[in-house]
C-alpha cells in the first residue's frame, strides 16, 4: 500500500497521526488476510460435509453380507480411514478459526489504542477536540467509531465461525449442513457497508488517492 503526503503535512507522521494512519493500514492487510483464510476455512469446511455425507451413506442399512454374514473387516477399515480424514479436516478448520482469532484480537487492541488518542485529546484539547483534523475532515472520533463498527462485526463472524466448527461434522441433516456451508461462505455479520467503511478510511488517511 502506497504512503502519500497527507494534506497540510510536510515529512513523515508524527504521534496520533501517525498511529491512525498505520491503523488503516493494519484494517487493510488484515481484512485482507481474513478473507484468504475465509477462502481456506470454507474449502475445508466443504470437505468435512462431504465426508460426513459419505460416513452416513457408509451406515445405512443395505450392508454387504457374504454367505449370510456382513463382510465387517472392510467396511470397519474404511470407517477408520474416514473417521481419521474427517478429523484432519476438522483439525485444520480449527487452525482456520484460531488464526481468526488471533486476527480479531489485533484488532481489539487497535479498537482500545484509537478511544485512548481520543480520551488523550479530550484532555488536552477538551470535549470538543483539537480545532483542526488530523487528516482531511473526521475527528479523531470518528476513527474510533469506525473501528469499533469492523471489529463487531468481525467479533460476531468469528463467534458464527466457532459455531459453525463445532457442529459441521456432527451434523447428519444434509440441508442444515448447506446453510453452514453458505454462513461460512458469505459472513453474514460482515456487510457491505463494512467494505465502505474500510475504503473511507483509507481514503481519509492518505492511504487512497481523492
Known amino acids: 500500500m502506497s504512503e502519500s503526503t497527507t494534506p497540510g503535512k510536510k515529512g513523515n507522521l508524527t504521534g496520533s497521526a501517525r498511529k491512525l494512519k498505520d491503523d488503516a493500514a493494519d484494517w487493510h492487510n488484515l481484512i485482507l488476510k481474513w478473507e484468504r483464510l475465509n ?3 470454507s474449502t475445508i469446511a466443504t470437505k468435512i460435509v462431504n465426508l ?9 442399512p443395505d450392508v454387504v ?21 474427517l478429523e484432519e479436516e476438522c483439525v485444520k478448520l ?23 488518542i481520543c480520551e488523550l485529546e479530550a484532555f488536552q484539547y ?13 475527528s479523531t472520533q470518528q476513527f474510533a467509531e469506525v473501528s469499533s463498527k469492523l471489529y463487531e462485526s468481525y ?3 468469528l463467534a458464527l465461525k ?15 449442513s448447506m446453510v ?12 457491505d457497508s463494512g467494505k465502505l467503511l474500510l475504503e473511507s478510511l483509507l481514503l481519509e488517511t492518505g492511504h487512497r488517492p481523492l
Open 126 to 138: 477538551g470535549e470538543t477536540g483539537r480545532a483542526a483534523p488530523l487528516f482531511h475532515t473526521w
Open 155 to 157: 467479533k460476531q463472524e
Open 162 to 176: 466457532k459455531t459453525i466448527l463445532q457442529e459441521l461434522a456432527h451434523t447428519a441433516n444434509a440441508d442444515l
Open 39 to 41: 477462502d481456506e476455512g
Open 65 to 85: 453380507m457374504e454367505g449370510g454374514r456382513l463382510a465387517a473387516g472392510d467396511i470397519s477399515e474404511d470407517m477408520k480411514r474416514s473417521n481419521q480424514e
Open 180 to 191: 453452514y456451508l453458505s454462513s461460512w461462505l458469505y459472513q453474514p455479520y460482515i456487510e
Open 52 to 60: 460426513g455425507l459419505s460416513k452416513k451413506s457408509d451406515l445405512e
Open 94 to 116: 480449527q487452525d482456520v478459526v484460531e488464526k481468526m482469532a488471533n486476527m480479531l484480537s489485533k484488532m481489539e487492541k487497535m479498537v482500545h489504542a484509537e478511544r485512548g
